[in-house]
């Protein structure tokens, strides 16, 4: 089940290609065919079993700050799930949260940003028996807030042995991407989105299953054909990303590993085209077994040398907003004020982005990414690019000189960029996350980078500030950085103060 050295060079090759930069920008010449655009939603062509979740959300009275994780992960809760609960965490992950008329129809927005809002993410649930639920698995239809049984009976323990799990959960959450309803905009890069926008729904669901008091830990490594079985996907057009086991749960009875059902499903649009590129990705990082991980050298913490004088951030500002107000309020920021923000500011959510994501296999603490921090506008901070160093709570320049110009050039000349007042930029040392994981540490990576901005988003958007996620001329970035030869940037998140709340006269 370990992976070899050829999967590995399989995606560090699909990395490469599908890297931008300003040639190949330039060159791209994608156009969108809004004829054969994607529906947002799975829909199935056949009547099943309907389970409508309760429309008023659950009110938990946690705030964000609540809601993250502390100095250990995963959380711990020992509260009973329920199908309310339940309906929270799901709501609060990949809800609709609003709509606007737009033309002929409805924008649909929803509980977690998504690249291009094509959320081409979809969360199935294998559930034992629920107060108010019956054992079973169920697709979470979002569109109508609904979950749709596509198997009656207790699944967890071929679940369970999948995901190679020593303790049996009340639920277990499984998120996949539907590959088309994002590669329709953006090709064969859809593939790292598939774990931005699974990660950044994860954060999510992580902060509501904590407000709840839910158990809640994730995992990565899990036989991929097994799980996809389960939940009735094909693992080719839509696979798995992702499991977040939920709260404590009797024993799983055993039961055999099911066959794939191959449910009718209504056709994403008339003429869904292939990417090679992203399937050749997925077939390196496949597993068919809870695989081991290798063993992490043991050196001198990263935290621990510094290249100049540390710069320490003080206490961040808290969190104290609600998390259920902040999500159903949230939104993708489209234009920054060229304003600054304070530094308590920035170091709540630094602070917030380094909490640590811990999945399955991991050491207490491990670290799939560093962050750096291009600042453009902080109060007491001079215009620079830093690393943050989140165990002194400190930033350690990189180089400091103006930089808006080239914050906006890096993030692929999006005026985004240079207008915000901070560019967060997660970076993996990728091959040594390869050495250590094999190839299913490219998805890993991405995932923990993910998580960690969509904690970003939450602690932004509770401060009254705006987040985008934005993309990136990849080499440029990493050698305007400084990080080591052969690093990834995994995530790029955008904070600062949205125009429509400038300053008066701003």
Avoid at 75 to 83: H, I, M, P, Q, Y
Avoid at 227 to 242: C, F, K, L, Q, R
Avoid at 293 to 311: C, P, R, T
Wanted: net charge negative; proline share 7%.
């Amino acid at each position: 089940m370990t992976q070899s050295r050829s999967e590995a060079e399989a995606i560090l090759a699909y990395h490469e290609a599908t890297k931008h930069s300003v040639e190949s920008v330039r060159r791209g010449g994608h156009m969108l065919d809004f004829t054969n655009m994607p529906r947002p939603w799975k829909l199935y062509d056949a009547p099943l079993p309907e389970v409508p979740l309760p429309q008023q959300l659950t009110r938990t009275g946690v705030s964000v700050e609540g809601a993250l994780p502390g100095d250990r992960f995963p959380v711990a809760g020992d509260s009973e799930l329920t199908l309310s609960n339940l309906a929270s965490v799901l709501q609060l992950s990949a809800g609709v949260t609003k709509r606007l008329r737009a033309g002929n129809g409805y924008m649909y927005f929803r509980a977690a940003a998504c690249t291009g809002a094509l959320y081409h993410i979809e969360l199935y649930v294998v559930s034992g028996p629920l107060s108010g639920l019956p054992a079973g698995v169920y697709q979470y239809g979002a569109h109508d807030n609904t979950l749709r049984m596509l198997r009656a009976g207790d699944f967890r323990a071929p679940a369970m042995q999948a995901a190679g799990l020593e303790h049996t959960p009340a639920a277990i959450v499984v998120y996949t991407s539907t590959f088309w309803r994002n590669s329709w905009k953006y090709g064969s890069r859809t593939y790292r989105h598939a774990f931005w926008d699974g990660g950044t729904i994860l954060a999510h669901s992580m902060a509501a299953a904590h407000a709840n008091g839910l158990w809640a830990n994730l995992v990565t490594r899990y036989a991929d054909a097994a799980i996809n079985d389960v939940i009735d996907v094909d693992g080719e057009t839509e696979v798995s990303v992702a499991l977040l086991p939920l709260g404590a749960g009797l024993d799983a009875p055993p039961v055999d590993a099911p066959a794939r059902l191959d449910m009718p499903v209504v056709p994403l649009s008339r003429n869904p085209i292939d990417y090679p590129l992203i399937r050749e990705a997925h077939a390196a990082t496949t597993l068919t077994g809870p695989s081991p991980v290798g063993s992490m050298e043991k050196g001198e913490g990263k935290d621990s040398a510094s290249g100049g004088d540390l710069i320490p951030l003080g206490e961040g500002e808290l969190l104290t907003r609600e998390l259920e107000d902040v999500i159903l309020r949230r939104g993708s920021s489209r234009r920054f004020a060229r304003e600054p923000i304070s530094l308590p500011a920035l170091a709540a959510m630094l602070d917030a982005a380094a909490r640590p994501t811990e999945p399955d296999g991991a050491d207490a603490g491990e670290a799939f990414n560093d962050l750096y921090v291009i600042a453009n506008a902080v109060d007491g901070l001079p215009e620079g690019i830093y690393r943050y160093r989140p165990s002194l709570r400190s930033l350690d320049p990189v180089s400091v000189s103006g930089t808006r110009v080239l914050s906006e050039h890096l993030d692929l000349d999006q005026p985004l960029g240079g207008d915000a007042a901070a560019d967060l930029y997660f970076i993996a040392d990728m091959p040594a996350v390869l050495d250590r994981w094999g190839a299913r540490g490219y998805r890993t990576a991405h995932l923990d980078a993910s998580i960690r901005a969509g904690r970003v988003y939450l602690a932004a958007y509770a401060l009254g500030l705006g987040a985008t996620g934005l993309t990136f001329y990849d080499d440029e970035v990493v050698e305007a950085l400084g990080a080591a030869q052969g690093s990834a940037v995994t995530f790029l998140v955008a904070v600062g103060v949205p125009w429509r709340t400038r300053s008066a006269g701003g």
